[in-house]
């Protein structure tokens, strides 16, 4: 077992001459934005890539950071698309198309996704209740969501790709909500094999689930450890 150490937000970084010290802490991934910063726009905060966002860019490809495009605003992240030379991901994000009626820029719109995937991305679909039935929140019973909101999502990845390369698991276990937020069938971490025979299911072969609960996310991890 090991920690790769992705910075979400990245405002401990005063200056792009300190990418240099952060790299040798071991730090291979960086999300410019949680809420929006002095770098772009982010969850509730809307907006591009400043200047100082493209700098932070340019600084983290000299070095061969990957680059976490979860949480920036859309209009930010397709910036990043167009002129990030790196390897490109969104560890933690999911479909907003599926998400009808949510008024929030925390999902990945379908245009940001076809880029992605043609940058040969992966995303990283999150068990959490309220980013997959739209409506849900805090308080209400998980038997309102199952693993099957999830599957969609992988799916609607999926069928946008042509392929099962372009989406892994992004749990956000750590991101603070709970069993009581996650899917009815989520108990612990070891529970996410429940996907398995759903995806079956669905006509996805072994090596197509091998690669969503993990294989993708080793493919980018070995572009950027080193």
């Known amino acids: 077992m090991g920690i790769v150490v992705l910075m979400e937000g990245a405002e401990a970084v ?24 002095r770098f772009c726009g982010g969850t509730r905060e809307p907006g591009p890539l400043t200047s100082a966002g493209f700098a932070l860019l340019e600084g983290m490809a000299s070095f061969g950071f ?10 930010a992240a397709l910036q990043a698309l167009d002129s990030y030379p790196g390897v490109i ?10 998400l009808k009626g949510i008024d929030t820029n925390r999902h990945l719109p379908d245009v940001v996704i076809h880029k992605l995937i043609e940058r040969d991305g992966v995303i990283g679909v999150i068990p959490y209740n309220n980013f997959l039935r ?6 209400d019973s998980r038997h309102l969501v199952s693993l099957q909101h999830l599957v969609a999502h992988i799916d609607a990845i999926c069928q946008m790709a042509g ?4 989406v892994g698991i992004g749990s956000d276990f750590d991101g ?3 069993v009581q937020c996650a899917p009815l069938e989520i108990d612990t971490i070891a529970d996410l094999q429940k996907l398995v025979p759903l995806l079956a299911e669905k006509g996805y072969t072994e090596t197509d689930i091998a690669a969503i609960l993990g294989g993708n996310w080793q493919t980018k991890l070995n572009q950027v450890l080193r």
């Open 163 to 166: 392929s099962a390369r372009h």
């Open 89 to 98: 991901i969104a560890s933690h994000a999911n479909v907003d198309a599926l």
């Open 176 to 178: 603070g909500f709970g």
């Open 134 to 139: 739209p409506g849900w929140k805090r308080g």
């Open 66 to 75: 990957g680059l976490d495009l979860s949480h920036m605003d859309s209009k």
């Open 14 to 37: 005063d200056d792009p001459g300190e990418l240099e010290e952060w790299w040798q802490r071991g730090v291979r991934w960086i999300g410019p934005a949680w809420a929006g910063t």
